[in-house]
Antibody, heavy 120, light 109 residues
């Protein structure tokens, strides 16, 4: 069965860096686009970034562009999010999700999330 | 940038009731790119509906989606206790981005 497991969250000071990981299993990882979505405490969902299966295409929300970098290692079935110059407003639970686009497009599987807290 | 507006913000309902949640887009979108998710406290979102009206695997038939253009709805025909939570609509944009509505909370009356 499809599983996505995030790790790497924690407490970091403003201006600091953190790297999130998402371990995928149960499907051919390289065949799928993957996304990161975040949810600030008590708030709604915000898409952060996506990456194509071959890593040739990436995109970012304006709120993180230039500070966050998405990457993947298909040999290790892993997705990453490097977060630099972190701000208090980046505090959120970060989810990785698998994209399915075959006519319809949707996020069909989600990890359980990893909490990132940016505070001094 | 397309904005999705969900209404109402909160619904207070009893088990067994029927309810309709609304998602309105700021401009016309393709129904193939409109999905609905359910999120319970402390859990990740779960895909309910894709392509505006197709149920995801394992989703009970009391959930149905409809709509086109700028107006989309999610209907729950008869609320079960496990259906309470927050529901989000989402669209996949032409600039390869994902946009979510702000959510509708369905709570127990």
């Amino acid at each position: 069965q499809v599983q996505l497991v995030e790790s790497g969250g924690g407490l970091v000071k403003p201006g600091g860096s953190l790297r999130l990981s998402c371990a995928a299993s149960g499907f051919t990882f390289s065949d799928y686009y993957m996304s990161w979505i975040r949810q600030a405490p008590g708030k709604g969902l915000e898409w952060v970034s996506y990456i194509s299966g071959s890593s040739s295409n990436t995109n970012y929300a304006d709120s993180v562009k230039g500070r966050f970098t998405i990457s993947r290692d298909n040999a290790k079935n892993s997705l990453f999010l490097q977060m630099n110059s972190l701000r208090a407003e980046d505090t959120a639970v970060y989810y990785c999700a698998r994209e399915f686009c075959g006519g319809d497009c949707y996020l069909d599987y989600w990890g359980q999330g990893s909490l990132v807290t940016v505070s001094s | 940038e397309i904005v999705l507006t969900q209404s109402p913000g909160t619904l207070s309902l009893s088990p067994g009731e029927r309810t309709t949640l609304s998602c309105r887009a700021s401009q016309s979108i393709s129904s193939t790119y409109l999905a609905w998710y359910q999120q319970k406290p402390g859990q990740a979102p779960r895909l309910l509906i894709y392509g505006a009206s197709s149920r995801a695997t394992g989703i009970p038939d009391r959930f149905s989606g409809s709509g086109s253009g700028t107006d989309f709805t999610l209907t729950i025909s008869r609320l079960e206790p496990e259906d309470f939570g927050v529901y989000y609509c989402q669209q996949y944009g032409s600039s390869v981005t994902w946009t979510f509505g702000q959510g509708t909370k369905v709570e127990i009356k």
